[in-house]
């Protein structure tokens, strides 16, 4: 567990200063240590003050010699350990991050989740909001924590480096709030992963130089380790550099008891279904924003998404499998569907072999469906707010894969022979290379983007239309760097519409900066006039990443409270660096509350 630090500021002086200040930082002894005039003095301030506290921790990022399925590889991982360090505030606290990047690449690390208000510069998608941390470098993440519990996840956000750099971000009550449900015995972070029997960086280069699609992994892990599900080593590989451990995450458990697992999907490119065999699950929360209870026997995550469930432990004592294996979205597609386990124990269980869950077929798009539109938001929740009612930019946004250009004297295998590409309204976004975007928003630097990205497809077809999949003409997008400009406080209503060129495939879409609304979503093409007789403007579920379902659309609605660029684009990180993606930015609004403040001093330079 990672140590609640309290920093005293330097220019706290004398005693008295330090004194008090120790005392809103929750040290009691300090305070009985004093006479009690000066402890009366200070006691309404003690008990007037919020329990926020700054925590204070270090990422060393180097790489890392590991094994898994009988292989020695070398890793880039955050302080000699995958998955990384799970983080663990308070609601009101402030994280302060100092990453020093002792790996041999370019590197950020993106707080998946977090609003980030008056502290843009430590979002962290490459060229977005900064430029990279060069290897030798390091760079301080600060950044308040207000308005958010529940789990969300730190990762890189440079290339494929996140395969092995990332982590869990928890946030609980602030004292004196409690959940809004039954008080768990014990938490427990679960990170669903994926692991490629290679260097992540040079497969997804491989893929880039001929505009193909990437090499799948060879497993999916849980807390870093595949299970037992997949070949055991042979019994002589020990003769080599390592001895190698138990590849299985085992989680023990005392009867009778109840626990929130806090569910993250950390995959580059699987969406996955997750169980626990013979245990019924009760979700509770997701992507840091608490939902209505509802009853599950699996659990549905695209890369990106996290869900807080409630697991008692109320079956026979015995050893039972967790597991996950992918949803299969798009058709005729080769991916890895191997399945990941780890083991529930009971205490004292005297069975030897787990019993292992029946999971949904691999293109179980109902189940996934079902599971992704039940959830509703807890609207007694003390940080929810009610949907914006009016609407001030209305956008319809179509989205999926495509070819572009191979390039002069350039061979490429995509279809066509062109290179695979994906596109938002045929806009293929491709990043700045020699400025950030947010840095060129607050320094009015010219030439880095344009502000033509488009409400409206620029080509109106049947999108869902299969027949159409491989018309060349519509699969062909330019490369662009257009984005949408948005006033200060703007209600943004946007339509996901996926459409079936190359095949159709859910997308799951996260938008950096803000939370969203999700409206209502469907199969098909998303009909004007009836549609929006479906939406939820009462209790819609909150959440920064939604799952655009597979030859459908989804709707959603957010207030653009937030100044500055913010990424939007699909987390599947094979369609990421192909163009799936564009930017908002959010105007200043007025107010010192409401602009964008300078960016640090030790920001990183390109």
Request: aromatic share 12%; charged share 10%; proline share 8%.
């Given at each position: ?233 042979p019994s002589n590989i020990n003769d080599f550099l390592f001895l190698f451990e138990s590849e299985t995450y085992t989680l023990q458990v005392v009867p009778g008891k109840t626990y929130l697992l806090r569910l993250i999907n950390a995959a580059l490119n699987g969406q996955l279904f ?42 026979s004592p015995g050893l039972y499998y967790m597991a996950a294996r992918p949803y299969l979205s798009a058709i005729a597609v080769t991916i890895n569907n191997s399945t990941t386990t780890a083991i529930l124990a009971y205490e004292n269980a005297t069975q030897t072999t787990p019993v ?251």
């Open positions: 567990m990672s140590p609640r630090l309290h920093i005293i500021p330097k220019s706290f002086t004398n005693l008295i200063e330090i004194s008090y200040y120790l005392c809103i930082m929750r040290s009691t002894m300090v305070c009985l240590l004093f006479p009690v005039g000066i402890l009366l003095v200070f006691l309404s301030l003690c008990l007037s003050t919020t329990s926020a506290a700054i925590v204070e921790t270090s990422f060393h990022v180097k790489n890392l010699t590991t094994s898994r399925l009988c292989q020695n590889h070398v890793i880039v991982a955050v302080n000699g350990s995958l998955p990384g360090p799970t983080l663990r505030v308070q609601e009101g606290d402030t994280l302060i991050v100092h990453v020093f990047n002792e790996s041999p690449y370019n590197l950020t690390i993106h707080w998946h989740g977090v609003f980030q208000m008056r502290s843009q510069w430590a979002d962290g998608p490459e060229f977005i909001t900064q430029c990279p941390i060069r290897p030798g470098n390091n760079y301080t993440y600060r950044f308040n924590l207000t308005g958010q519990v529940g789990t969300l996840w730190w990762h890189a956000h440079t290339q494929w480096i996140r395969a092995t750099v990332y982590g869990a971000l928890v946030i609980r009550p602030r004292d004196g709030q409690k959940y809004p449900f039954v008080k768990p015995y014990r938490e427990q972070t679960i990170l669903l992963g994926e692991w490629w029997n290679a260097n992540v960086i040079d497969v997804e280069n491989a893929a880039l130089a001929t505009g193909v699609a990437p090499n799948n992994s060879d497993a999916y892990t849980i807390n870093g380790w595949p299970g037992d599900l997949y070949p055991s080593c997750f169980k626990i065999a013979n245990h019924n699950l009760t979700v509770v929360g997701a992507d840091a924003a608490y939902t209505n209870p509802f009853q599950t026997d699996v659990v549905v995550m695209g890369p990106g998404q996290t869900t807080d469930v409630l697991l008692t432990a109320n079956q292992l869950p029946v999971l949904p077929a691999l293109n179980d798009t109902p189940t996934a469906f079902r599971f992704e539109s039940n959830m509703t938001a807890l609207v007694t929740s003390p940080f929810w707010s009610p949907v914006p009612q009016t609407v001030d930019e209305s956008m319809y946004v179509t989205m999926g894969l495509g070819i572009s250009e191979c390039g002069n004297n350039q061979t490429c295998g995509g279809i066509f022979g062109q290179r695979m590409s994906a596109s938002m309204n045929n806009h293929s976004f491709v990043l700045p290379s020699t400025i950030s975007m947010l840095e060129a928003f607050y320094r009015n630097v010219s030439g880095i983007y344009t502000t033509d990205f488009p409400d409206q497809p620029p080509v109106v077809f049947d999108y869902t239309n299969t027949t159409l999949s491989f018309n060349q003409p519509l699969m062909t997008t330019p490369k662009l760097t257009s984005v949408k400009q948005l006033k200060f406080n703007s209600t943004v209503q946007l339509v996901f519409q996926n459409t079936a060129l190359v095949g159709i495939e859910n997308h799951p879409m996260h938008l950096h900066g803000m939370n969203f609304y999700i409206l209502a979503q469907g199969f098909g093409n998303y009909d004007p006039i009836n549609d929006p007789r479906k939406f939820n403007l009462v209790n819609p579920q909150e959440r920064n990443t939604i799952g655009v379902p597979t030859g459908g659309w989804a709707a959603i609605r957010f207030r653009a409270n937030n100044p500055g660029a913010w990424f939007i684009h699909c987390h599947l990180d094979v369609h990421m660096p192909w163009g799936l993606g564009t930017a908002f930015l959010v105007e200043n609004g007025g107010t010192p509350e409401s602009t964008l403040p300078p960016p640090p001093a030790d920001f990183p330079r390109c």
